[in-house]
């Protein structure tokens, strides 16, 4: 049974940084395309960023685009996403995923159980 496990949330203020880390069990990996996204409340779930596993290509979301870096530790079996510059509309429960499609559909299952950014102004 995979489970992917969120962490490195919280609370922090306009201009901030967090690091947040997915981490898997039962998985590696550097052997799969993963994607970040984020569901602010009252809103739909959306794509954030995503790593492919052919050359670590990567892909962002316009907003995040020059703020968010994801990355990998392929030593620690996780994916990252460095975030800086935080905005507070950046606020969200942040999940990670495997995905279906290249580079912004998640796969249906795997969802786990987030973890909560806030951005305060």
């Known amino acids: 049974q995979v489970q992917l496990v969120e962490s490195g949330g919280g609370l922090v203020q306009a201009g901030g940084s967090l690091r947040l880390s997915c981490a898997a069990s039962g998985r590696t990996l550097s052997n799969y395309a993963m994607g970040w996204f984020r569901q602010a409340p009252g809103k739909e779930r959306e794509f954030v960023a995503a790593?492919?596993?052919?050359?670590?290509?990567?892909s962002y979301a316009d907003s995040v685009k020059g703020r968010f870096i994801i990355s990998r530790d392929n030593a620690k079996n996780t994916v990252d996403l460095q975030m800086n510059s935080l905005k507070p509309e950046d606020t969200a429960v942040y999940y990670c995923n495997f995905l279906r499609n290249w580079p912004r559909t998640p796969r249906d299952d795997y969802w786990g159980q987030g973890t909560q950014v806030t951005v305060s102004s």
């Open positions: 790593i492919h596993f052919i050359g670590s290509s990567t």
